[in-house]
């Protein structure tokens, strides 16, 4: 029997992501699909990520006239994440057309974990939640098979107008015992294409580990859970080895929430790359109480680590501990210090709009982040998620619209301490600011980029517009 593959991330129905010309192949998506081959099913696969429109899939469908239509988004990508809407009406539109030709229609995603009812309502048959390659594999070959479905562990279903939610199926622990993710069946070129003309090189996206331990009660887990299991450093180095010689990138994306948190990871992950001579940039998110441990941050540099993000969120202490985040401002400023004197990029992911957040603690992430400048700074808003605790918090002032339509939105979705207005022009402001301060490091190291300094001369005047126009929506509520 055979079985379509596709996902629901289309980067041109989000055009933030697609200003930035980082587009990565949907890694979970590959994973997935090579699982159910190995099972002995036919696979093909449709890569949906750079199209403009989701009835193109129908093309392929009519092709391939699959038994299983599949849509299993990656969710190692922490845009699926979100639950955009732009990608889940993608996701209804595509699943609408499989039904037209008779196909079992399965969806796998963040979002369809999260809002199972509303995919059902669109006439898709099974929803698998949370880790899914297990799940699929058993759904698949008791649909074969023609046996009932009734208590297979991690999926949903609509039987006779009532919604069935079956208990999720314990989380994978040997992630080496899976099988090398689906790269024969994805077209490469169109990602390497965009990412030279963009930016001069190619990066490409792997895994090395699954889920995150830590408790940032804003921080959501619908895929791979409250939990941490790794690959090996020399499985890793291995699909390192075969992704350099398949399609010779320049740079890797390690798309896990934490890498290398396991206890001497890190240190044997080095040793491998040193004993076989590789060379190769890459880039990851880590956390700052886990980067001061002793010489993490000399083995990732000496790896090949050129940007390591961490969810910096707030300079307020009080916010920070709020969120249950189990970090310190000292802790960011030390890791980020530590970071630079390796010569490795720092990112910093910045969050307003917490729940007690007052104009001090506001000021207190703007003055932390201009003192310590990293590399790079990305910003959003609290964004309250089904299963999170902070989502519990604010439910009861969620408002009417409760998802972002795509990754640029930042609507806050519920009462707090200012307004929405307030919040989207904040991060103007603060972007202003920094790019202020960054022309200006420049301009003192003697290093004269033309674009850097005429970004700080266009924000100058800017800012002062903005700061002029936030003390007035400070008194608005």
Not at 34 to 49: I, N, Q, T
Not at 93 to 100: D, N, R, T
Not at 152 to 174: D, Q, S, W, Y
Request: proline letters at 5%; charged letters at 25%; one cysteine or more.
């Amino acid at each position: 029997m055979k079985a379509l593959f596709t996902h629901s991330y289309f980067y041109k129905r989000d055009p933030k992501q697609w200003r930035f010309k980082q587009p990565y192949p949907p890694l979970g998506t590959l994973q997935a699909a090579a699982v159910v081959r190995e099972s002995g099913f036919g696979v093909s696969f449709v890569d949906v990520a750079l199209r403009d429109n989701p009835n193109e899939i129908e093309v392929e469908i009519k092709t391939h006239r699959p038994d299983f239509f599949i849509i299993y988004d990656d969710g190692f990508n922490y845009l699926t994440k979100m639950c955009l809407t732009a990608m889940r009406d993608a996701a209804f539109a595509m699943a609408k057309i499989a039904k037209q030709y008779n196909a079992v229609v399965i969806v796998c995603s963040s979002d369809a974990t999260d809002h199972y009812e509303k995919y059902f309502q669109q006439g898709v048959d099974y929803v698998v939640r949370g880790e899914g390659e297990e799940t699929l594999t058993e759904l698949l070959r008791t649909l074969k098979s023609k046996q009932p479905t009734e208590n297979i562990l991690g999926i949903a279903f609509c039987k006779e107008g009532k919604n069935i939610v079956n208990p999720l199926r314990p989380v994978l622990r040997n992630l080496d015992g899976l099988p090398m993710p689906a790269w024969d069946l994805i077209d490469i070129e169109p990602y390497r294409a965009i990412w030279k003309k963009k930016h001069g090189y190619f990066s490409l996206n792997m895994a090395t580990t699954r889920g995150c331990p830590y408790k940032c009660n804003w921080c959501a887990k619908p895929i791979y859970g409250n939990r941490y299991n790794s690959r090996s450093p020399e499985y890793v180095i291995k699909e390192v080895e075969y992704l350099l010689k398949k399609f010779q990138p320049d740079h890797f994306w390690m798309c896990d929430d934490i890498f290398g948190l396991k206890p001497g990871w890190i240190k044997r992950f080095h040793e491998i790359v040193d004993e076989r001579k590789l060379k190769f940039n890459y880039k990851i998110q880590s956390r700052v109480d886990l980067l001061l441990e002793e010489n993490t941050i000399e083995h990732l540099a000496r790896s090949g680590a050129e940007t390591i993000w961490v969810g910096a969120e707030s300079g307020s202490q009080k916010i920070l501990d709020a969120m249950d985040k189990g970090t310190t401002i000292q802790e960011i400023e030390k890791a980020t210090r530590l970071m630079k004197e390796k010569k490795i990029r720092v990112g910093y992911f910045l969050q307003f709009g917490y729940t007690g957040e007052k104009k001090e603690d506001i000021e207190a992430t703007i003055k932390m982040t201009l003192a310590a400048m990293p590399d790079e700074i990305g910003i959003s808003v609290s964004y309250p998620l089904p299963g999170t605790k902070f989502y519990e918090n604010v439910k009861s002032n969620l408002k009417e619209k409760q998802n972002w339509v795509d990754s640029d939105d930042l609507a806050l979705l519920y009462r707090s301490t200012f307004s929405p207005v307030f919040y989207k022009l904040l991060h103007r402001y603060v972007h202003s600011r920094y790019r202020i301060k960054r022309g200006w490091e420049f301009i003192k190291q003697r290093n004269f980029k033309v674009r850097a300094i005429a970004s700080m001369i266009y924000h100058a005047p800017v800012s002062v517009v903005q700061g002029w126009r936030l003390k007035q929506l400070q008194h608005a509520r």
